[in-house]
């Protein structure tokens, strides 16, 4: 064979080697989504819009079902799988896994949610909100303070704010951020409950007063809705009980208890 056909055939021979390389290469799901202009990257752009659908539609449709809870749970690592550093997905996993009853992993995943995307008002909420379900009245107030200053008009989030200061033993805070919350949304029966409890054990007359009538305004707002039933017997009997704070507390903007 001459130098000229032999060279040919070798040439063929490396572009032959070289292509289940590229194959590979198109086809890892662990690759970033960084890859601009990339056909790849827009392919799994749009895997990952999917997959986030899907969880969504799982956490969504089975909130009390098991089943599909896990499937929504696989759903996010999958989508973790296509972008390991997307908020978008953190957060989503962490509501997935505090409807699973899953504390300590809804908590990892909404730190995290939060660190990648911390200019996302849900991503602190929910971090902050999960923070109080345990009672870590520190972090959870600098939580709720990050949420207020990405959204400063948030009742949800001044109402946590207020719990998360009572908890840690500044009830003078926690009264101020209260009656914030009534002035803002007159209309709302929970801060007016929890400025009654607490107030309506101060020493001092007029705050007792205030506690009072902070009581009275929440019976006439509260009515006969069921979420408030236990709240207005305790309110009725002139107690002053332990508040849940995840009764008011919402997890996100677009949910309330």
Not at 159 to 173: F, K
Not at 208 to 220: I, M
């Amino acid at each position: 064979m001459s130098r000229a056909p032999r060279l040919a055939v070798f040439a063929l021979l490396g572009l032959c080697a070289l292509l289940p390389c590229w194959a590979v290469r198109a086809q890892d799901p662990l690759a970033t989504l960084d890859d601009d202009g990339d056909d790849d990257s827009a392919e799994r752009r749009a895997e990952l819009t999917r997959v986030l659908a899907q969880a969504r539609s799982y956490l969504t449709d089975g909130a009390t079902d098991p089943a599909r809870l896990e499937l929504a749970e696989r759903a996010c690592a999958n989508a973790a799988r296509l972008d390991a550093r997307s908020g978008d997905v953190e957060l989503l996993w962490a509501q997935v896994m505090s409807a699973r009853g899953d504390v300590a992993g809804a908590i990892r995943h909404a730190e995290r949610a939060a660190t990648l995307s911390p200019r996302s008002f849900d991503a602190q909420l929910l971090h902050a909100s999960l923070l109080l379900d345990i009672r870590d009245a520190r972090h959870a107030k600098a939580a709720y303070e990050r949420a207020l200053a990405l959204r400063e008009s948030s009742y949800e989030a001044r109402l946590g704010l207020a719990l998360a200061l009572r908890r840690a033993g500044d009830s003078s805070a926690a009264a101020e951020q209260l009656r914030r919350c009534t002035r803002d949304a007159p209309r709302r029966a929970e801060a007016f409950y929890e400025l009654g409890v607490t107030l309506s054990a101060s020493a001092t007359a007029p705050e007792a007063s205030e506690g009072r009538a902070a009581y009275a305004r929440f019976l006439t707002l509260a009515g006969s809705e069921p979420r408030f039933a236990d709240a207005v017997r305790a309110a009725r009997a002139g107690q002053t009980p332990r508040p849940a704070p995840t009764r008011w507390a919402p997890r996100s903007v677009t949910r309330r208890h």
